[in-house]
């Protein structure tokens, strides 16, 4: 969605910004643009499209100013345009947002009515206009009375001609920060955008206020007293953020997995058993869940499929999980018994947001699976697991899946023993198991060249099947939305088991079948689902475990990850799967990073 990017300093403001935003690239955005504060005038360039499209226009004319604000557009309320790019507001006030108005067109008619004329379709210039409107040279005053007037979310940063020297911002329900440096100050969506200026940041509460200027910052809260607040410390550096001499983001990240995943489990381990009682979870908490359900979005919410087979395999809770855009409408049976487990790598998903909200409400125990310190969720929710991923730049999830998987099976583990399904001693071989499993990762990557060719024969493929029985099914839903998603090619995962009654008239020559074969207890069945589709003609890619063998003739190719228990197979899978995605989208020569109309956190509905 949206980036917002603000500077005041010693540098050329124009320079800072547009590399800032350049961080932001990752969130999505169709076009771009800022203010920049000229010789005591707000002079804004702005375009369509990607930055380098600013930047041309840059190089034309680039604004001379130590003071300014950015914005990489993500469209809701018109098409992208250079109309609709952001920053919008007049000589007197600029802004630029992230977010949705609710009330926009109520205020628009007020505004018309009022004599405001209105260039674009966006329901940011709505509160532009009415920041003019209500000026009375008080900027903090005015930016009050406009955020009780309007509904929705905002993320605001706000430059005043008068105030030359400065820039505003304030948030609800849309993520922003406040840098601080030697001398200069920003302000940001996310934290990659700072890091080259400083690792100190402040985390914005809903409705505080903050006034920047080159050598203070100074905080309000929603009725307007000055705070103070407790700076952070960024824990990652400018190179966890760049590429690393990788091609992609996605790339680095794949191959990060293993060390995310370390730094997510072992400091969670006490006496060799699952230790998660810094997150808030104590054996005792742990015994009393009637159910759980866990709910998220996209690749979090495949992060929770297996999680499903994983808790009611082991500690036999009936778990339920739900896409938080359905699960928030669909007036969900919940009580105080039951325990929400929310999962976001973001931490700022609106909809995973919404769900978590109505948990609360219903007085459910809530619990966040989180990546990004800080976000929203991670605030909001009763407790939170804190996985250790570090920036997921690619808008396609890799290390965030692994390190949401790696969680689960703390989180499995700890449940099944304090609920006495499982004994000290299985409890203890799990985690051993686990703690293997980084390195049986980085084995895994081996299949690298395999993946290679596999996505040379899937290239001009229109459509594919991904199945699986179990947790091997679980499973080939990540691997059907990394195809799909950064390769155009629709891919659709399916029970294999289920294939029969109906999809199975879909396969011919020319869809290929990805099978995934891991589970040992349930080989045979699948086994015998790959033959339906193999004799109907399809070209099968069979991932199986080391030490499993398929009849010769049943699949075109297989794939090997190494020997574990069937209850780890998921997350070392996931790997050969997220490798044919990455080569069948460079192969084809799409944005692997940043694919067409995706955003990596999405804040709206
Ligand atoms: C998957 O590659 C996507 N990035 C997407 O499905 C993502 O997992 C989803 O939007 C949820 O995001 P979150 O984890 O930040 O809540």
Redesign the pocket.
Same mark, same amino acid.
Request: proline content about 0%; some cysteine; glycine content about 6%.
């Given at each position: 969605m949206c980036g917002i990017v603000g500077y005041v300093g010693k540098r050329n403001s124009a320079d800072v910004l547009v590399d800032a935003l350049s961080k932001l690239e990752y969130r999505g955005y169709d076009s771009a643009g800022i203010a920049v504060m000229e010789q005591g005038d707000i002079v804004v360039e702005k375009c369509q499209g990607k930055l380098d499209n600013l930047r041309e226009r840059l190089a034309v004319h680039k604004p001379q100013g130590m003071v300014g604000i950015g914005h990489t557009r993500w469209a809701t309320h018109g098409e992208p345009s250079d109309i609709n790019s952001h920053p919008h507001g007049n000589k007197r006030v600029t802004i630029v947002h992230n977010g949705i108005i609710e009330n926009y067109l109520e205020i628009k008619e007020f505004l018309l009515g009022q004599g405001y004329h209105f260039v674009s379709e966006t329901d940011t210039e709505t509160v532009a206009k009415l920041l003019d409107y209500y000026y009375d040279g008080n900027p903090i005053k005015t930016i009050h009375k406009v955020v009780n007037e309007i509904r929705g979310s905002y993320a605001l940063g706000i430059m005043f001609r008068e105030f030359p020297d400065r820039i505003f911002a304030i948030r609800k329900d849309s993520p922003l920060i406040v840098a601080s440096g030697e001398g200069e100050n920003l302000l940001a969506s996310d934290v990659p955008a700072i890091l080259k200026y400083t690792k100190n940041y402040y985390l914005m509460e809903e409705n505080e206020l903050a006034e920047i200027t080159a050598d203070q910052i100074n905080f309000y809260d929603p009725h307007m007293n000055p705070i103070e607040k407790e700076v952070q410390v960024a824990n990652f550096d400018m190179e966890a953020a760049e590429k690393g001499g990788f091609a992609h983001f996605m790339l680095k990240e794949i191959y990060e997995q293993s060390k995310a995943v370390s730094t997510t489990i072992l400091p969670r381990i006490k006496d060799g058993m699952p230790d998660l009682s810094e997150c808030g979870l104590t054996a005792e908490l742990l015994k009393g869940f009637r159910k759980i359900f866990i709910v *998220?979005?996209?690749? #979090?919410?495949?992060a929770g499929m297996v999680g499903k087979y994983l808790i009611e395999r082991l500690a036999r809770i009936d778990v339920t999980v739900d896409i938080?855009s359905e699960f928030r409408y669909r007036d969900p049976i919940l009580s105080e018994d039951d325990l929400v487990i929310l999962?976001?790598?973001?931490?700022?998903?609106a909809d995973?947001k919404a769900a978590l909200h109505l948990a609360k409400d219903h007085g459910a125990k809530t619990l966040a699976f989180v990546?990004?310190k800080g976000s929203s969720?991670a605030r909001d929710a009763d407790m939170v697991i804190y996985t250790h991923a570090g920036p997921e730049i690619?808008? *396609?999830?890799?290390k #965030?899946?692994a390190v949401?998987l790696a969680a689960m099976y703390l989180l499995t583990f700890e449940l099944a023993y304090a609920n006495g399904k499982i004994s000290k001693e299985e409890c203890r071989s799990y985690m051993e198991q686990l703690t293997a499993i980084p390195d049986l990762i980085t084995k895994t990557l081996e299949v690298k060249e395999e993946c290679q060719f596999v996505a040379s024969k899937l290239l001009n493929a229109e459509s594919l099947l991904y199945i699986g029985r179990g947790l091997d099914y679980a499973l080939s839903m990540e691997g059907s939305?990394?195809l799909k998603?950064i390769s155009y090619i629709h891919s659709e995962s399916y029970a294999a088991g289920e294939l029969k009654h109906g999809t199975i008239s879909l396969v011919t020559d020319q869809m290929p079948v990805i099978a995934v074969a891991t589970q040992t207890d349930l080989f045979e069945k699948t086994v015998s689902n790959i033959k339906e589709v193999k004799s109907r003609g399809a070209k099968v890619i069979v991932v199986l475990k080391d030490g499993m063998k398929i009849e010769e003739g049943v699949a075109d190719h297989v794939i090997k990850i190494p020997q574990v228990e069937n209850i780890f197979t998921p997350i070392l899978t996931v790997v050969p799967l997220q490798l044919i995605a990455y080569y069948t989208s460079v192969l084809k020569g799409c944005d692997v990073d940043k694919p067409r109309n995706?955003?990596?956190?999405?804040t709206v509905e």
């Open positions: *998220a979005c996209g690749t #979090a919410m495949h938080a999962i976001s790598q973001s931490g700022e998903t995973t990546n990004v969720i690619s808008v *396609a999830s890799t #965030a899946y949401q939305l990394k998603e995706l955003a990596k956190s999405v």
